[in-house]
């Protein structure tokens, strides 16, 4: 026979301040990830006391240094690149993760230069084009295409890394960008 449970208290300010906290200590985050967390627990199990802001506890930690948007964002676009992922992916998971304004502004630049250096990155994941065992015929050469554009790769550039035979080298796609 099982006892049944307490119910979890009220968050208070004390307590929610203890929960961003420690969500900080373990995870890289931006301030708007961190302000959507604190919410999600407000909705969770209530509240208790003055009203509570999340957001000017986001902005304390900032200042505070535990939190920093660019930084998280430049770690994020260089990992995400790693994997291949080009600049519309990247763009949108640094919009999904709260990253707005200067620090997504100033990440950009990062991105356009390794565009083709991703690309390649990409297609040699994929044995795409260059780095593929036979030529590809028409088919799938258009699935390639279509999953490099998933990948958040330009048409132009997807079809150009495509279209390039086996072996043949990719430098001038790294060299250009």
């Known amino acids: 026979m099982s006892r049944p449970r307490r119910p979890i208290p009220p968050l208070d300010a004390a307590a929610l301040e203890r929960l961003a906290l420690r969500y900080v200590e373990r995870f890289a985050t ?15 199990r209530g509240w208790d006391g003055a ?8 902005e304390r930690f900032a200042e505070l240094g535990y939190i920093d948007d660019r930084l998280y964002a430049e770690s ?3 990992a995400m690149a790693r994997r291949g992922l080009g600049a519309r992916r990247v763009a949108q ?5 709260g990253v707005v304004g200067e620090a997504a502004d100033a990440v950009v630049p990062q991105i ?13 994941r994929k044995r795409v084009g ?8 028409r088919a799938l050469c258009a699935r390639q295409v279509a999953a490099m554009v998933r990948a958040g790769h ?9 279209r390039m035979a086996p072996g043949e080298s990719v430098e ?5 960008d």
């Open 30 to 44: 931006t301030r708007g990830k961190l302000v959507a967390y604190l919410n999600r627990k407000i909705r969770e």
């Open 51 to 58: 009203p509570a802001d999340p957001v000017a506890i986001a």
């Open 76 to 78: 994020k676009a260089a």
């Open 93 to 97: 998971a640094l919009h999904h993760a």
């Open 112 to 124: 356009a230069a390794r565009r083709g250096q991703t690309a390649v990155a990409f297609a040699r």
């Open 130 to 137: 260059p780095f593929a065992a036979v030529p590809a015929d």
């Open 154 to 162: 330009a048409p132009d550039l997807a079809w150009t890394i495509v």
């Open 172 to 176: 001038p796609l790294l060299t250009d």
